[in-house]
């Protein structure tokens, strides 16, 4: 229990667009080392030494070498050849990888693209990726993969290309339907656990809610009435599945947004507050320094 009280909020899509980064502001990141050095352990120690929650959907690409990776706090071996899928809002650590790795990486938030004209093909692979996010692909498919990540990142270095957006949604939405013909084409990948217990399946939908709107709610009685069921038993379900509390929960998703906020040098302690939705400043500091120890001034000077 003791890894899920060590979590730091990843930014994902804030990346700078410099280097090894490439995207589209707070919609899109790519970042690869498949033709040199990769800035991603140079510039971000943390993700490499705790958990980090993502706030954006991330495909990994394993051209070569060897990852270990924990999501949700189970870990996977990913070889030459293998994919994971994260969705937005999940639980991602960077456990160790081999001085050979050659990835590619594209992290996108998932509300600005409509992936797919067959709302059934994202669903289900929402539903497959919650459950199993690394799969492995053949020589072929991984470079048709590679292919399009290259023609995307190209078009989207070109400063004077202006149908960025378009031209990304396109190219996801053709990486989403590989994906899904992958699963269609292979029955076992297919055979989805089916023997999560009624306590998983709420605390997931829990902590999904919370995601959501924990800027704006974070009583759990109003978590409770969307999941149809008491507080007591949200409470009791979550403690049961999780070994924290519900609004634990709630506080650690509210002070890891602050955090991330905190981190960026233009956000004054007022503008936080107010971007998390807290009544005044005073009560922002308050509420931080119960939670983490320390003053939000306390901490911004400290990163």
Known sequence: ???????????????????????????????????????????????????????????????????????????????????????????????????????????????????????????????????????????????????????????????????????????ISTLVYMAHQILVSNDSILDLPNDKSRQQQIFEKFINEVNQHFIHDRNVYTYAERLCITPKYLSAIVRQVSGKSANDWINDYVVLEAKALLRVKWNTIKDVSNKLNFPNQSFFAKYFKQHTGMTPKQYKQKG
């Not at 030459?80 to 081999?98: P, Q």
């Open 1 to 171: 229990m003791s890894e899920k009280q060590n979590i730091l909020f990843l930014n994902v899509l804030s990346l700078p667009a410099s280097g090894n980064f490439v995207g589209i502001e707070n919609k899109l990141q790519m970042m690869d080392n498949l033709s040199g050095h990769s800035e991603l352990k140079d510039r971000y120690v943390e993700p490499f030494e705790n958990t980090v929650q993502i706030n954006a959907s991330v495909i990994l690409i394993c051209k070569g070498g060897t990852a270990t990776i924990r999501v949700n706090f189970e870990d996977y071996l990913m070889r030459e050849g293998d994919v994971a899928i994260v969705i937005s809002g999940n639980f991602l650590h960077v456990i160790d990888y081999s001085d050979d790795l050659k990835f590619a990486a594209i992290a996108l938030n998932y509300n600005d693209f409509d992936i797919s004209g067959n709302a059934l093909v994202p669903m289900a692979l929402l539903k497959h990726f919650m459950a199993m996010p690394v799969f492995h692909i053949d020589n072929d498919t991984m470079e048709d993969c590679l292919s399009v990540y290259r023609f995307m990142k190209k078009r989207l270095m070109n400063d004077n290309f202006i149908y960025k957006d378009e031209l990304a949604r396109n190219c």
